[in-house]
T-cell receptor, first 116, second 113 residues
Framework: DAMVIQNPRYQVTQFGKPVTLSCSQTLNHNVMYWYQQKSSQAPKLLFH???????NEADTPDNFQSRRPNTSFCFLDIRSPGLGDAAMYLC???????????????FGPGTRLTVL | GDSVTQMEGPVTLSEEAFLTINCTYTATGYPSLFWYVQYPGEGLQLLLK?????DKGSNKGFEATYRKETTSFHLEKGSVQVSDSAVYFCALISGGSNYKLTFGKGTLLTVNP
């Protein structure tokens, strides 16, 4: 089945130690998103890629970076994780529509990040 | 800007009870409306969607109707099961938010046997 895959499902890192989370998709969607979700909250958009164009949210800390080497893969890099960065990180994908809109977003299972 | 207001929980029901989770929205233009479900420790799964007024989305016994006159998209299910226990998010996409998903705060549903 076509899907959005995230690895690993659980990641433990130390305070200040860089960490990379990965997302891949078999949907061939041209838009990929990264969200941060803290306990009992709705997901918060960090940034998204439209093809190779990177779009950062205004309030996303510089500590968070992303790479998209090809259509299928997208990475979230946290350069110096702090205790406040412990959260679930969700990847999502969607198609861009011809009229400039966006189709439904499909989410991966998430990566739960723990910072010690 | 766009916003979604949904009934805050937690909601606790007995198995086979009727479920309603209210959702109203404010948006520019004609948004697409969604319900996502999140089971414990999992990502969000699309439950159902509607893209224009009077559309009814349905899936797994859940239904929601896009009501433009009341700007609502209430989620209903006639008979809930223990396996329906999860967090439910109402959300929209519109041009006014540059086609980003705007979420409600989520409603935790617990169904007891």
């Amino acid at each position: 089945d076509a899907m959005v895959i995230q690895n690993p499902r659980y990641q433990v890192t130390q305070f200040g130690k860089p960490v990379t989370l990965s997302c891949s998709q078999t949907l061939n969607h041209n838009v990929m998103y990264w969200y941060q979700q803290k306990s009992s909250q709705a997901p918060k958009l960090l940034f998204h890629y439209y093809d190779k164009d990177f779009n950062n949210e205004a309030d996303t800390p510089d500590n968070f970076q992303s790479r998209r080497p090809n259509t299928s893969f997208c990475f979230l890099d946290i350069r110096s994780p702090g205790l406040g960065d412990a959260a679930m990180y969700l990847c999502a994908t969607s198609r861009a529509l011809s009229a400039g809109g966006r189709d439904t977003q499909y989410f991966g299972p998430g990566t739960r990040l723990t910072v010690l | 800007g766009d916003s979604v207001t949904q009934m805050e929980g937690p909601v606790t029901l007995s198995e086979e009870a009727f479920l309603t989770i209210n959702c109203t929205y404010t948006a520019t233009g004609y948004p697409s409306l969604f319900w996502y479900v999140q089971y414990p420790g999992e990502g969000l799964q699309l439950l159902l969607k509607a893209t224009k007024a009077d559309d009814k989305g349905s899936n797994k016994g859940f239904e929601a109707t896009y009501r433009k006159e009341t700007t609502s998209f209430h989620l209903e299910k006639g008979s809930v099961q223990v396996s329906d226990s999860a967090v439910y998010f109402c959300a929209l996409i519109s041009g006014g938010s540059n086609y980003k998903l705007t979420f409600g705060k989520g409603t935790l549903l617990t169904v007891n046997p």
